[in-house]
């Protein structure tokens, strides 16, 4: 859980660059992310292993509360095995993500066609889940409509009925593709904080302020998150992932398509021979 908080900074953070909200509370205590109740998997098939959706399926029968979040991952599992094949590809003479596309996202990068096709994708995979809020991107200056009619044309996305906030970037080290670098996805998810109320009728400054509230959702503390995840594309297609209890690692399987679970109940070594860290940005410190 630590790790996936870590990662997910620099987004909360980029996201939070392109707007100002009042100062809001979160009422919910961090104390009550941390009570799902683990799965246990007495039998499992040797061929297939434990599934994501099994996994997920599993989580829910034990945590009803969090039962949505199955229809959320089962989103996020798509994006990300069609992100893996889109990076796979990437390099190839035909492939429509070579070169860059003009413009510069928010941390001052300059964007990748493939970051712009591969925040494409995230956003529609969470989109049609209809469990999200609101939903901020790396690659977005504010958060923004999941799919505009125009994409020139930025709306803010908010409903009251819908549960839960994302913050993502979807393809963490995109320019490592260049030389065959893992590159990766990183996703949180907080809920919805009681107080985001929405008129729908509401007009000029009352209107962008009640917007700023609920967008507040998106710099929520770390200690907040009800899940949080990162998808891996190396040498396999790795998806890790928590739920506030335990973390636990998939492996795409592509023979069955299928993310199988491979390293549950993952942990930082209490002791280790190697430390590792980016010099390059000390200065940065």
Same mark, same amino acid.
């Given at each position: 859980?630590?790790?996936?908080?870590?990662?997910l900074?620099?987004?909360?953070?980029?996201?939070?660059?392109?707007?100002?909200?009042?100062?809001?509370?979160?009422?919910?205590?961090?104390?009550?992310?941390?009570?799902?109740?683990?799965?246990v998997?007495?039998?499992?098939?040797?061929?297939?292993?434990?599934?994501?959706?099994?996994?997920?399926?599993?989580?829910?029968?034990?945590?009803? =509360?969090i039962t949505?979040?199955?229809?959320l991952?089962?989103?996020?599992?798509?994006?990300?095995?069609?992100?893996?094949?889109?990076?796979k590809?990437?390099q190839?003479?035909?492939?429509?993500?070579?070169?860059?596309?003009?413009?510069?996202?928010?941390?001052?990068?300059?964007?990748?066609?493939?970051?712009?096709?591969?925040?494409?994708?995230?956003?529609?995979?969470?989109?049609?889940?209809?469990?999200?809020?609101?939903?901020?991107?790396? =690659?977005?200056?504010?958060?923004?409509?999941?799919?505009?009619?125009?994409?020139?044309?930025?709306?803010?996305?908010?409903? /009251?009925?819908?549960?839960?906030?994302a913050?993502?970037?979807?393809?963490?080290?995109?320019?490592?593709?260049?030389?065959?670098?893992?590159?990766?996805?990183?996703?949180?998810?907080?809920e919805?904080?009681?107080?985001?109320?929405?008129?729908?009728?509401?007009?000029?400054?009352?209107?962008?302020?009640? =917007?700023?509230?609920?967008?507040?959702?998106?710099?929520?503390?770390?200690?907040?998150l009800?899940?949080?995840?990162?998808c891996?594309?190396?040498?396999s297609?790795?998806?890790?992932?928590?739920?506030?209890?335990?973390?636990?690692?998939?492996?795409?399987?592509?023979?069955?398509? /299928?993310?199988?679970?491979?390293?549950?109940n993952?942990?930082?070594?209490?002791t280790?021979?190697i430390m590792?860290?980016n010099?390059?940005?000390t200065?940065?410190?």
């Amino acid at each position: 859980m630590k790790l996936a908080v870590v990662l997910l900074v620099s987004i909360i953070v980029g996201s939070a660059r392109g707007f100002a909200p009042k100062q809001t509370s979160f009422s919910r205590p961090p104390s009550s992310l941390f009570k799902t109740k683990p799965p246990v998997f007495d039998e499992v098939c040797e061929t297939t292993g434990v599934t994501l959706k099994r996994f997920m399926s599993e989580v829910a029968l034990l945590n009803p =509360e969090i039962t949505e979040l199955t229809t959320l991952f089962g989103g996020i599992e798509i994006a990300c095995k069609a992100l893996s094949n889109l990076v796979k590809r990437s390099q190839l003479p035909s492939s429509e993500t070579l070169g860059y596309e003009g413009n510069v996202n928010i941390q001052g990068e300059d964007q990748k066609k493939l970051d712009v096709i591969s925040n494409d994708i995230l956003k529609r995979a969470l989109r049609f889940t209809g469990k999200l809020g609101v939903l901020a991107s790396e =690659e977005e200056d504010t958060p923004v409509d999941l799919m505009p009619e125009d994409p020139k044309t930025q709306e803010i996305v908010i409903d /009251e009925g819908d549960r839960y906030v994302a913050v993502f970037d979807p393809l963490d080290g995109s320019s490592n593709v260049d030389a065959g670098i893992p590159t990766g996805t990183i996703i949180g998810i907080y809920e919805h904080d009681e107080s985001c109320d929405i008129d729908f009728d509401c007009v000029g400054e009352e209107c962008t302020e009640q =917007e700023a509230q609920c967008l507040a959702n998106t710099l929520q503390p770390g200690t907040n998150l009800v899940a949080a995840a990162y998808c891996l594309y190396s040498s396999s297609t790795f998806l890790v992932l928590t739920l506030g209890s335990g973390t636990y690692g998939f492996t795409l399987d592509e023979n069955l398509g /299928e993310f199988v679970l491979s390293h549950p109940n993952m942990t930082i070594p209490e002791t280790s021979s190697i430390m590792s860290f980016n010099e390059a940005n000390t200065f940065m410190w």
